[in-house]
């Protein structure tokens, strides 16, 4: 693997294979709520008696938080000077309920790297962009496709 760091990385620096740890994040539960109320307001994720009620016996943060700090991370430790942006993701899965004070861990491992055919100035990389939590549980796990630039001359 090469000893550029991910983020000054360009389309010809990743391999097929790479792995990377890029990072943790504390889930704060004001956070989490806010979100939650503003966004995703399910009553599991808004509402401690609701929740207790519920097949997750408590307060949980809704996917699309996770997704958001998973995003955080990826930018400041993976994307940099060549991303160009994302045609979309193939899967999204958050296979284990994320609580507040839990820490999670971005991993992304690149499993597939072509040029461009019709935009010579770019790279397609797909990648697996995984959270863990602090136990080693998948917390989100996710396929996604990107446009990364190809180095100049």
């Given amino acids: 693997m090469s000893e550029i760091p991910p983020a000054d990385r360009y389309f010809e620096d990743f391999a097929v294979g790479d792995l990377f740890t890029l990072g943790s994040v504390t889930v704060d539960e004001a956070e989490m709520l806010e979100f939650s109320r503003f966004y995703?307001?399910?009553?599991?994720?808004?509402?401690?008696?609701?929740?207790a009620e519920s097949h997750f016996g408590g307060i949980i943060a809704s996917g699309w938080h996770t997704g958001s700090m998973m995003m955080r991370l990826l930018t400041e430790g993976f994307l940099g000077v060549s991303s160009m942006g994302s045609p979309g993701l193939e899967n999204l899965a958050w296979p284990t309920p994320v609580r507040a004070r839990d820490v999670l861990t971005l991993g992304v491992e690149v499993l597939d790297s072509r040029a461009s055919k019709t935009k010579p100035h770019m790279g397609i990389l797909k990648v697996r962009q995984f959270l863990l939590n602090q136990d080693g549980d998948l917390a989100f796990d996710a396929t996604a496709v990107m446009m990364i630039a190809r180095r100049q001359g």
């Avoid at 995703?40 to 929740?51: L, N, S, T």
């Fill in 40 to 51: 995703d307001p399910q009553p599991f994720h808004i509402d401690p008696d609701a929740a």
